[in-house]
């Protein structure tokens, strides 16, 4: 660092090859209260930062574009309305693909940000956790016709309300983190309305054996999530120490008409009152408790009321180990069962 000379050990004869070094410190395109802008068939290719990002624009769309070699992270979008990212590669990144953040979680405004039919692979290269191929924040983002493989940490992560994931394809991801899912959520139960369906999940964390107690699930609803519906899903090899779906303290999440294959565990976890995220609801703001808030989700008037149910309904389990696992507590005080086949 104090000669600035780089000394580099290359595997073949360089003389034969192309070296390149990126050496941008800053995103190669930021946007800025812009409206109706359309980006599309564009190569966005090396740098030592961010791709791009777009702040507070409205009816924007990335369309079409690659986006590679970059240390940082790939597409992000804060705030605005109705912005996208259509039909994108995105892959060789240091860290996440999609960061996508917008609505008022007050007011349940919608921010109608989408990412659809794009494909994420080779995330995470220098940060090597939480670096998810879409994270999404926020009120009202779809993420839709995905695909994601090969990346150390998550496919998705979400946070907020009426969140929709569905029709992904989601294989060897999770390979390098635990404790997370393929698509996971973390750690407040007035996150609500979040829907995941018609997804497929695979060979979850197959690279590495887990080295630690907790574990990797297709679906990860962790620290008192509640309220969110698991339909129609496929999981496939799609758990390590978690089962295919793994819930963590919540309650009121519905797990229906799923197929799950060659899991080590079909489902696990349960309600858990001794939650510490339970005991800090009352720190949360207090417009979950808003006439607008318990309309919508009419759940919220009974969080600390029994019975704490989580519902798994009409589910297919096929060659898989402990369909139900419940933190040794009995399934049936804490789960409704029906229709489910083994």
């Keep these: 660092r104090k000669t600035g000379i780089l000394y580099c050990y290359p595997p073949a004869d360089p003389a034969k090859a192309v070296v390149e070094i990126g050496m941008l410190s ?11 802008v359309r980006l599309e068939g564009l190569v966005f290719d090396l740098s030592r930062a961010d791709c791009m990002s777009l702040q507070d624009c409205e009816g924007c769309l ?34 996440g693909g999609t960061e996508v953040t917008g609505g008022d979680r007050q007011t349940l405004t919608p921010a109608q940000h989408f990412v659809e039919n794009c494909l994420m692979h080779s995330l995470g290269r220098l940060d090597h956790t939480y670096v998810p191929g879409i994270g999404m924040a926020g009120v009202g983002i ?30 060897r991801v999770v390979l390098e983190s635990e404790d997370q899912g393929g698509m996971e959520t973390y750690g407040n139960p007035t996150f609500r ?3 995941l369906r018609y997804n497929s999940f695979a060979f979850i964390g197959v690279a590495t054996a887990m ?14 999530i509640s309220g969110t519906l698991v339909y129609g899903n496929i ?17 009121d999440n519905i797990i229906d008409n799923n197929i799950f294959a060659e899991c080590e565990k079909g489902i696990t976890g349960n309600y858990d009152a001794n939650n510490a995220l339970w005991k800090a609801l009352g720190k949360h703001p207090a417009f979950i408790m808003s006439e607008l808030y318990l309309k919508r989700y009419p759940g919220l008037l009974r969080l600390h009321e029994p019975p704490a149910l ?11 180990g402990p369909l139900l696992t419940t933190y040794n507590q009995p399934s049936a005080q804490k789960f409704d069962l029906l229709a489910n086949a083994e």
């Design 142 to 171: 779809r993420a839709a016709h995905n695909r994601f493989y090969d990346c150390p940490s998550s496919a998705i992560r979400f946070d907020g309300n009426d969140l929709l994931m569905e029709y992904n394809q989601v294989e």
């Design 26 to 36: 800053a995103p190669m395109l930021t946007l800025i209260h812009v409206s109706q």
């Design 235 to 251: 999981f496939f090899h799609a758990s390590q120490g978690f089962g295919g779906i793994n819930i963590n303290g919540g309650r």
């Design 62 to 95: 990335v369309a079409g574009c690659m986006v590679k070699r970059f240390a940082g992270s790939g597409i992000s979008i804060h705030g605005g309305r109705g912005d996208g990212i259509l039909g994108c590669d995105l892959y060789s990144l240091g860290r």
């Design 193 to 195: 309305g979040n829907v």
């Design 211 to 224: 080295e630690g107690p907790a574990g990797r699930a297709g679906i990860r609803l962790d620290d008192t």
């Design 310 to 320: 989580n519902s798994a309904w009409r589910n297919v389990f096929w060659k898989c």
